[in-house]
């Protein structure tokens, strides 16, 4: 099946400092990544779809000069988390859809913990 | 918008018992129904799915129906193991869209 990674797979980072999570599709091209925050014990929330070769698309309420995305190839999307406060903490998940053979379904990548001291 | 409501729990059984997780859904058109799992610490594996109206998704023991006459994709498993412990997402896609709609989420525990 379709593999998507993500790295790294935790970071520690002080408060102010950014932070880049990266997410690739292995074994296949994705020209929109998606990208996810979850809280302890909370569901997925979308944050903002990443889409190859234009900007990205914010979900209400996400700071787009905060959380930066860039979807530099048909296999990598990243997302950097400017200027980190402890709040900032939290599970970031990034998936991309299946593509024609498997339209509608999306493979996601093993998350990334972020802890923002 | 379409939505995904499902039974928060959480949820506590002893080996071997039933296991009925409720999802409902609210969504114009028919979309395609899934059910995720979480084990901890890790990312979301998805468990099963179903495209559209009468498709049954089984997988490891689990299945869940495509019911359109209920909106619903109630998960289900037979007998309980202490390594299906986890939290199980129902998530909906619409039809003609990528964008991934989950519930709450439903934590499961099951005890030797």
């Known amino acids: 099946g379709a593999v998507v990674s993500q790295h790294p797979s935790w970071v520690i980072c002080k408060s102010g400092t950014s932070v880049k999570i990266e997410c690739r599709s292995l074994?296949?091209?994705?020209?929109?990544m998606f990208w996810y925050r979850q809280f302890p014990k909370q569901s997925l929330m979308l944050m903002a779809t990443?889409?190859?070769?234009?900007?990205?698309?914010?979900e209400q309420g996400v700071e787009k000069d905060k959380f930066l995305i860039n979807h530099a190839s048909l296999t990598l999307s990243t997302l950097t988390v400017t200027s980190a406060h402890p709040e900032d903490s939290s599970f970031y998940i990034c998936?991309?859809?299946?593509?024609?053979?498997?339209?509608?379904?999306?493979?996601f990548g093993p998350g990334t913990r972020l802890t923002v001291t | 918008g379409d939505s995904v409501t499902q039974m928060e729990g959480p949820v506590t059984l002893s080996e071997e018992a039933f296991l009925t997780i409720n999802c409902t859904y609210t969504?114009?058109?028919?979309?395609?129904l899934f059910w995720y799992v979480q084990y901890p610490g890790e990312g979301l594996q998805l468990l099963l799915k179903?495209?559209?109206?009468?498709d049954k998704g089984s997988n490891k023991g689990f299945e869940a129906t495509y019911r359109k006459e209920t909106t619903s994709f109630h998960l289900e498993k037979g007998s309980v193991q202490v390594s299906d412990s986890a939290v199980y997402f129902c998530?909906?896609?619409?039809?003609?869209?990528?964008?991934?709609?989950f519930g709450a989420g439903t934590r499961l525990t099951v005890k030797p």
């Open positions: 998936s991309a859809p299946g593509g024609s053979r498997h339209p509608y379904e999306q493979y």
């Open positions: 074994d296949f091209q994705a020209t929109t």
């Open positions: 969504a114009t058109g028919y979309p395609s």
């Open positions: 179903a495209t559209k109206a009468d």
């Open positions: 998530a909906l896609t619409p039809r003609g869209n990528n964008d991934m709609r």
């Open positions: 990443s889409n190859e070769g234009s900007k990205a698309t914010y």
